[in-house]
């Protein structure tokens, strides 16, 4: 048909492209930058040129469909040829970062308290005593008189429950009849505060074996998040899974205003693996808030000092990330004991009491809390409450 190609502009084209959806980033390809441009004969067929992040990338068969449908409904056109690429290591780089700042921008809605301190304990890998600093700076909180949630994010590799000495199973209640049900979380009381906590440890035996795949392990998570009555905290504390998988970059998406404590022994292998981390905090838009060091040293009765596990990782874990060594927690009988036991060693004197408490001091000084009295965050957080009970 000729003489098309006067009619059909390539800005209509371009709107058309708006309408595809990449529904893995949940953006359409020209704000992703997939969308290239097209060329326009005058026979009225179009070839429209989009970049994928891999050559096999598995959605390339949806996307080509919707590309055609979507630029075949405009008048005029007769036929559409959709020409794929694969992105160049800078392309994906830069997509990546605006798919992650388009997250941070349209957070899911979740049952957190707009109010509350989200801290995310994280490692670049297991064996460091990543939960059992969880576990102790939520008690040590929780001394303070403070209400503190504790969601135990390694679904798979969870031990919250027992380092608290908590068991039950968790069950759903409606506040009024009406109203959708939600996962009351477990609670014990810690002198004038409290310690709300939600784990797969309250849902699957301990000795059983959780073998589910990275995406829902990230779905529990989102459950936990989303379908939990948490009600009032101060603090959230995350105990994130080791690494930087799907339930890491999956929390950035669902709690943008989330900071992050890297825990390191003081070897230098466990620090170099921990800035992997810390970069995937950063590419994920959140603050990296400190570094924990633990394991960093042990003294035995008669005085002498031992550096079982090397020296210095922590503080160079901080040097070159830029954030502060929040405390040097050392190796500690009690400790291990308190874990076993089901009574941190945060709330028993001794030097690991001692330790946990400044740690305490050093996360109410990096992450403080805002006074919230009079302020419109509480009116914001019942509005949001409101709006939910009536969707």
Same mark, same amino acid.
């Given at each position: 048909?000729?003489?098309?190609?006067?009619?059909?502009?390539?800005?209509?084209?371009?709107?058309?492209?708006?309408?595809?959806?990449?529904?893995?980033?949940?953006?359409?390809?020209?704000?992703?930058?997939?969308?290239?441009?097209?060329?326009?004969?005058?026979?009225?067929?179009?070839?429209?040129?989009?970049?994928?992040?891999?050559?096999?990338?598995?959605?390339?068969?949806?996307?080509?469909?919707?590309?055609?449908?979507?630029?075949?409904?405009?008048?005029?056109?007769?036929?559409?040829?959709?020409?794929?690429?694969?992105?160049?290591?800078?392309?994906?780089?830069?997509?990546?970062?605006?798919?992650?700042?388009?997250?941070?921008?349209?957070?899911?809605?979740?049952?957190?308290?707009?109010?509350?301190?989200?801290?995310?304990?994280?490692?670049?890998?297991?064996?460091?005593?990543?939960?059992?600093?969880?576990?102790?700076?939520?008690?040590?909180?929780?001394?303070?008189?403070?209400?503190?949630?504790?969601?135990?994010?390694?679904?798979?590799?969870?031990?919250?429950?027992?380092?608290?000495?908590?068991?039950?199973?968790?069950?759903?209640?409606?506040?009024?009849?009406?109203?959708?049900?939600?996962?009351?979380?477990?609670?014990?009381?810690?002198?004038?505060?409290?310690?709300?906590?939600?784990?797969?440890?309250?849902?699957?035996?301990?000795?059983?074996?959780?073998?589910?795949?990275?995406?829902?392990?990230?779905?529990?998570?989102?459950?936990?998040?989303?379908?939990?009555?948490?009600?009032?905290?101060?603090?959230?504390?995350?105990?994130?899974?080791?690494?930087?998988?799907?339930?890491?970059?999956?929390?950035?998406?669902?709690? @943008?205003?989330? +900071? /992050?404590?890297?825990? $390191?022994?003081?070897? =230098?292998? &466990?620090?170099?693996? %921990? *800035?992997?981390?810390?970069?995937?905090?950063?590419?994920?838009?959140?603050?990296?808030?400190?570094?924990?060091?633990?394991?960093?040293?042990?003294?035995?009765?008669?005085?002498?000092?031992?550096?079982?596990?090397?020296?210095?990782?922590?503080?160079?874990?901080?040097?070159?990330?830029?954030?502060?060594?929040?405390?040097?927690?050392?190796?500690?009988?009690?400790?291990?004991?308190?874990?076993?036991?089901?009574?941190?060693?945060?709330?028993?004197?001794?030097?690991?009491?001692?330790?946990?408490?400044?740690?305490?001091?050093?996360?109410?000084?990096?992450? @403080?809390?805002? +006074? /919230?009295?009079?302020? $419109?965050?509480?009116? =914001?957080? &019942?509005?949001?409450? %409101? *709006?939910?009970?009536?969707?």
């Amino acid at each position: 048909m000729a003489g098309q190609s006067t009619i059909i502009s390539e800005e209509a084209v371009l709107g058309a492209m708006r309408g595809v959806i990449d529904p893995e980033l949940g953006d359409d390809l020209v704000d992703l930058g997939m969308y290239l441009g097209c060329e326009i004969a005058a026979d009225g067929s179009v070839t429209v040129k989009v970049a994928l992040t891999t050559a096999g990338c598995p959605l390339r068969a949806q996307l080509q469909r919707d590309v055609t449908e979507r630029v075949g409904s405009i008048p005029g056109i007769t036929s559409v040829h959709v020409l794929t690429s694969e992105m160049s290591a800078g392309q994906k780089k830069e997509l990546m970062a605006r798919a992650r700042r388009r997250a941070q921008d349209h957070p899911p809605a979740t049952e957190i308290p707009g109010r509350t301190r989200v801290l995310a304990i994280s490692s670049g890998k297991g064996g460091v005593g990543k939960s059992s600093v969880t576990v102790n700076l939520a008690a040590g909180l929780a001394a303070r008189g403070l209400t503190v949630g504790l969601l135990d994010a390694d679904i798979a590799g969870f031990s919250v429950p027992r380092m608290l000495g908590m068991e039950g199973r968790l069950e759903a209640s409606k506040a009024n009849s009406g109203d959708q049900a939600r996962i009351e979380p477990m609670t014990k009381v810690v002198g004038p505060g409290l310690i709300k906590v939600v784990s797969m440890g309250f849902l699957s035996p301990e000795d059983e074996a959780i073998m589910w795949r990275g995406l829902m392990l990230l779905r529990g998570v989102q459950h936990f998040l989303e379908e939990v009555a948490w009600g009032d905290l101060d603090y959230l504390l995350v105990d994130m899974p080791p690494g930087t998988g799907d339930v890491q970059m999956g929390l950035a998406r669902m709690l @943008p205003r989330a +900071e /992050m404590l890297i825990v $390191t022994t003081p070897a =230098l292998a &466990a620090q170099k693996v %921990a *800035v992997r981390a810390a970069d995937m905090a950063r590419k994920g838009y959140l603050r990296v808030a400190g570094v924990i060091e633990n394991m960093s040293g042990f003294t035995c009765d008669h005085g002498e000092h031992y550096e079982l596990f090397g020296a210095g990782g922590g503080e160079r874990l901080a040097h070159q990330i830029g954030a502060p060594l929040l405390a040097r927690i050392p190796i500690e009988p009690a400790v291990s004991i308190g874990g076993d036991r089901g009574e941190p060693a945060a709330l028993h004197g001794g030097e690991a009491g001692r330790v946990f408490a400044a740690l305490v001091d050093a996360v109410l000084e990096v992450a @403080p809390l805002v +006074e /919230m009295q009079g302020c $419109t965050a509480r009116m =914001l957080d &019942a509005v949001e409450a %409101a *709006v939910a009970k009536q969707a």
